[in-house]
């Protein structure tokens, strides 16, 4: 298998642009969560889907971060309109019961 | 919320000795407490984990113990190598397939 799959592995964009950030995770799992990691607040929760259904978004920062989950094989991370404080390095995990298997992130950097 | 606090924020030790990394959590409902390496430009990797109904889990080199009335857990590295050199998290959770509430993370160097 090859792992949870992330798109882009880095990004850099201006101040006021959206960033869609994108996610396959393994096949057959039926969890799936979105993380942000930044020196100051290490490894933050943002949201999480079972089953393709959002169970808990409260960690998602502000209205402007929004994710989606149309299918079991994808699901995406929006940021619009983007700024500098959101740069970070956003993880996705998926799961089939406790174990959580990360992505290799994504570099977001916003000037 | 679950609350996780993890010490020490860095440890250095010499290759060949052994690496302890202690954590606290808040909320005596969790069950499950898993321990996550990370290496540079890389995702974590759950390296090992417990749940509630064990005091102690080992593999190989690295072994966990847990101590439910305290509230804390343990991770335990022998016969450190430089190859362990990372940064280690901490979680907690208190179901299966909820959250990980993660400890602020532990920088391990390992020198030769």
């Known amino acids: 298998d090859a792992g949870v799959i992330q798109s882009p592995r880095h990004e850099v964009t201006e101040m006021g642009q959206e960033v869609t950030l994108r996610c396959k995770p393994i096949s057959g799992h039926d969890y799936l969560f979105w993380y942000r990691q930044t020196m100051m607040r290490g490894l933050e929760l943002l949201i999480y889907f079972n089953n393709n259904v959002p169970i808990d978004d409260s960690g998602m920062p502000e209205d402007r971060f929004s994710a989606k989950m149309p299918n079991a094989s994808f699901s995406t991370l929006k940021i619009q309109p983007s700024e500098p404080r959101d740069s970070a390095v956003y993880f996705c995990?998926?799961?089939?019961?406790?174990?959580?298997?990360f992505g290799p992130g994504t570099r977001l950097t916003v000037l | 919320g679950e609350n996780v606090e993890q010490h020490p924020s860095t440890l250095s030790v010499q290759e060949g000795d052994s690496a302890v990394i202690k954590c606290t959590y808040s909320?005596?409902?969790?069950?499950?407490f898993p321990w996550y390496k990370q290496e540079l430009g890389k995702g974590p990797q759950l390296i090992i984990d417990?749940?509630?109904?064990?005091g102690e889990k080992k593999d190989q080199r690295i072994a966990v113990t847990l101590n439910k009335t305290a509230k804390h857990f343990s991770l335990h590295i022998t016969e450190t190598q430089p190859e362990d050199s990372a940064v280690y998290f901490c979680?907690?959770?208190?179901?299966?397939?909820?959250?990980?509430?993660f400890g602020a993370g532990t920088i391990l160097r390992v020198k030769s």
């Open positions: 909320d005596s409902a969790s069950n499950y």
């Open positions: 995990a998926s799961s089939l019961g406790f174990e959580q298997f």
């Open positions: 417990i749940r509630s109904n064990v």
């Open positions: 979680a907690a959770s208190w179901e299966y397939g909820n959250k990980l509430v």
